[in-house]
């Protein structure tokens, strides 16, 4: 099909985010122009069932009205107003008290940013700032794991662990220290359980921690589930044994909600799901389920009494962003987050669950298939060259591309993840038919991938 006029004028003139933009040139941009429920439209007119909820972000799908009633009402009554200078607004306050409110661990404070990235650079910040104002200036290191995604900026790009984030663009900035992937199916010895390999991640976090002094590593930050990394769910008692290992040594334990967070694993926080009593929080993505660019952090009363004594020394906290609780973001995700209780959404994510995940093994029988893996209403496939021994495709075959692009073809978007993960990440509200309907398009572009595959013999090593 010839390129549309969209699709000409994005080529001259847009830099897409995590593109190929050589590739791009010639391929051009999918064009999409309306959504509705999980369904979103292209300019052609073809519906797609959203399988990612655009960036794991549209919780509450597509077309919602009653947000979009409260932007319009909220525009109107006060479009702006910041929190600077100790200024406050009723949406900001509200949100806040309702974030402690649910938060997974007792937390005493919040601060606004307007996506996950900014929320993890602040928090960089403020654990920074907390030793200096504890007076134990070496405290400074942050660990993070291969294979985690905590965002672009530059902080933190350093914490994600892919490749990608850090080639050419020099990174990461020193003082960032990455530690294992908990991911069974890759990484585990032969023969050694889940809760081996656990002891052994977190044995292997504890001489790192030793290895670079206790004195010098100030957090630990890690997303309940990896997500952009390839949905790695951890082993049984991984974070219970991380936590023991963080609390001997006095380092704050950061959890990157930014996905999980607000009932992606059927219950309001990753956290939950995973016994992690995190001492600080990042969220973004579904807090506003997308229709607003909102983030925050939460910390708890001792960082809080930190940043207000070095405050006090220095005069302020120079820290804050222009739209840092933007009064509209602030009541739609007041709003979102009163849909979620109100609709039981969480509940009815661990009640939808269970064929979403069934549904997803079945897969795990595919010729393709090596690992499927889920909780909640996430998940991924893992294609493998070979399934006796785990040999992935080599890179350059772009498996994962490839049954993406079978995906759309069929209708259903979803996400090629590293190492030809496919990502399923569907809006919340889904449905148990279009829970079927999405596995019915990806089994058909599954089958189409094989069929490829088999043809053009890309299994060769
Ligand atoms: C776990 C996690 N943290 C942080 C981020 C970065 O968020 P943003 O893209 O809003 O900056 C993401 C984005 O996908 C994420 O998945």
Redesign the pocket.
Same mark, same amino acid.
């Given at each position: 099909m010839p390129l549309s006029n969209s699709a000409v004028r994005d080529i001259e003139t847009l830099v897409h985010p995590y593109t190929n933009l050589a590739l791009h040139r010639e391929t051009g941009p999918l064009v999409i122009n309306r959504g509705e429920g999980v369904f979103v439209y292209d300019e052609h007119g073809k519906a797609y069932l959203e399988g990612m909820a655009g960036?794991?972000c549209a919780a509450l799908g597509y077309g919602n009205e009653e947000l979009a009633e409260v932007a319009a009402r909220q525009i109107r009554t006060l479009s702006f107003t910041h929190l600077f200078g100790g200024k406050s607004h009723d949406p900001a306050i509200e949100l806040a008290e309702k974030l402690k409110e649910i938060a997974p661990s007792p937390m005493s404070k919040v601060f606004f940013t307007c %996506?996950? %990235?900014? &929320?993890?650079d602040t928090q960089v910040k403020l654990i920074w700032y907390m030793n200096n104002a504890l007076g134990r200036p070496q405290k400074k290191k942050i660990i993070s794991r291969i294979k985690g995604?905590?965002?672009?900026?530059i902080a %933190?790009a350093s914490l994600t662990g892919l490749p990608n984030n850090h080639i050419d663009f020099d990174l990461p900035i020193p003082g960032i220290l990455h530690t294992g992937t908990p991911h069974h199916y890759r990484n585990a010895l032969p023969g050694e359980s889940e809760v081996d390999f656990a002891t052994r991640l977190a044995d292997e976090l504890e001489a790192l921690i030793l290895k670079e002094g206790p004195e010098t590593i100030a957090a630990f930050i890690a997303?309940p589930i990896m997500? &952009?990394g390839g949905v790695i769910i951890p082993p049984t008692t991984y974070f219970e044994k991380i936590q023991e290992v963080l609390q001997r040594h006095d380092v704050v334990l950061i959890a990157?909600e930014?996905?999980c967070g607000f009932g992606r694993t059927g219950k309001m926080w990753g956290s939950q799901t995973f016994n992690m009593q995190p001492n600080a929080l %990042?969220c &973004?993505?579904a807090l506003t389920s997308a229709y607003f660019?909102l983030?925050a952090v939460m910390i708890d009363e001792r960082m809080y009494d930190a940043l207000v004594s070095e405050s006090r020394k220095i005069g302020t906290l120079g820290h804050g962003f222009t739209y840092s609780g933007h009064p509209v973001g602030s009541a739609m995700a007041l709003k979102t987050i009163e849909i979620y209780q109100r609709e039981r959404i969480v509940e009815k994510v661990a009640a939808k669950a269970p064929q979403f995940q069934k549904r997803l093994k079945a897969l795990a029988d595919h010729p393709l298939v090596g690992e499927t893996r889920g909780i909640g209403l996430i998940g991924a496939l893992e294609m493998v060259a070979d399934k006796a021994s785990k040999r992935s495709f080599e890179a350059k075959k772009m498996i994962g591309a490839m049954c993406v692009k079978h995906c759309e073809k069929e209708g259903l978007i979803l996400r090629n993840l590293p190492n030809d993960a496919i990502g399923i990440c569907p809006p919340l509200v889904i449905s148990e038919a279009e829970i079927d309907l999405l596995f019915d398009r990806l089994t058909t572009a599954l089958d189409k991938t094989e069929a490829d595959v088999s043809a053009q013999n890309l299994r060769a090593a």
């Open positions: 960036l794991w %996506s996950g %990235s900014e &929320a993890n995604y905590h965002g672009v900026t %933190s997303e997500g &952009a990157d930014v996905i %990042s &973004a993505k660019p983030g």
